[in-house]
């Protein structure tokens, strides 16, 4: 029997202060009409921007957690993979995807890795050369350009022109997955906007969505933009008015979060624009490019 409310495996880690991963994942979807499962990679007291983070690596339990779903027949309308913390981690998100493969799976992957041109901190090459097999896998991924580097082993260029990001979308499409959105794309004639570019194959069209750049990195923005073109997708939006909708998410996230004195750590304040999911987009300002 099909779910009566699509059901989307989350696999995220949990982590205390500064929202980020599922502290965000869940409530969004949730608003969104989705029902989220998560299978937890770790338990963390903060996300890592805090120094001294304490974390509890649930890896071992992972695969014993899946098995557990495994005996109980649930069926999934997707599989949505975040920040992963190992090679083995990867391979079990591998492994789900294999199982609950159909035709109508939307399997969903940001394959977070750095950001500004530099991988973060607990990113090794191995889990880089990982990652780029994960891709493979998935309907949909959400890189920022220093991710699209990493998974393409291009030199980091932080203003790639249109032409660039296009063919590198191009490229990451051949490789497996049907639609590529590539995010934090400055804006070649306005540097006051930023952006994403997107490609759908079957249609071989690309999009553009703009806002205005906030001078402002929050942990987690990357989290709810994927969630929010998920959750999209999901209600049975289009691509480009998917990522339309989480542009101007996650833009009014920052915007209520960046007018006050509080630490960059912390992320945004989700629960102030959360109500906005509910409703659905008012002005659309795509582009085909
Ligand atoms: O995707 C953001 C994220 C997820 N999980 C953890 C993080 C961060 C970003 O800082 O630290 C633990």
């Keep these: 029997m099909k779910n009566p409310i699509p059901r989307l495996a989350a696999i995220h880690d949990l982590s205390g202060l500064g929202k980020v991963s599922l502290m965000v994942v869940i409530p969004i979807l949730s608003t969104m009409g ?4 998560p299978l937890v990679t770790a338990v963390l007291s903060s ?6 983070f304490k974390m509890l690596d649930l890896t071992e339990q992972m695969t014993m957690f899946f098995e557990h779903w495994k005996n109980e027949g649930i069926k999934l309308d997707a599989i949505y993979s975040g920040f992963l913390g190992s090679d083995k981690q990867i391979d079990i998100v591998k492994e789900l995807i294999d199982f609950y493969k159909h035709e109508e799976l939307l399997v969903v992957v940001d394959p977070v890795l750095g950001d500004d041109g530099k991988p973060y901190a607990p990113m090794s090459l191995k889990l880089i050369e990982e990652m780029k097999k994960l891709i493979c896998k998935a309907n949909l ?3 920022n ?12 260029n932080s203003q790639p022109n249109i032409e660039q990001v296009k063919e590198w979308a191009l490229r990451l499409s051949e ?4 639609n590529v959105v590539i995010t934090g794309v400055h804006n070649e004639q306005n540097p ?8 759908t194959r079957s249609n071989s069209k690309f999009w553009r969505v703009s806002c205005t750049y906030i001078p402002a990195s929050y942990p987690g923005t990357g989290d709810i933009f994927t969630s929010v073109v998920t959750g999209s997708l999901l209600q049975g939006d289009s691509l480009p008015i998917a990522i339309d909708r989480a542009v101007q998410f996650t833009s009014q996230a920052i915007r209520s979060t960046f007018g006050r004195d509080r630490n960059i750590k912390e992320g945004v304040l989700i629960e102030k624009v959360l109500d906005g999911l509910k409703s659905p987009i008012f002005g659309s300002n795509y582009e085909i490019i």
């Design 141 to 143: 991924i959400t890189p």
């Design 175 to 178: 490789q497996g997955p049907e």
């Design 145 to 156: 350009t220093t991710e699209v580097c990493l998974l393409l082993d291009e030199p980091y």
């Design 34 to 37: 989705v029902q989220v499962t």
């Design 192 to 199: 006051h906007l930023t952006g994403v570019i997107a490609y």
């Design 47 to 52: 996300n890592t921007e805090y120094a001294d």
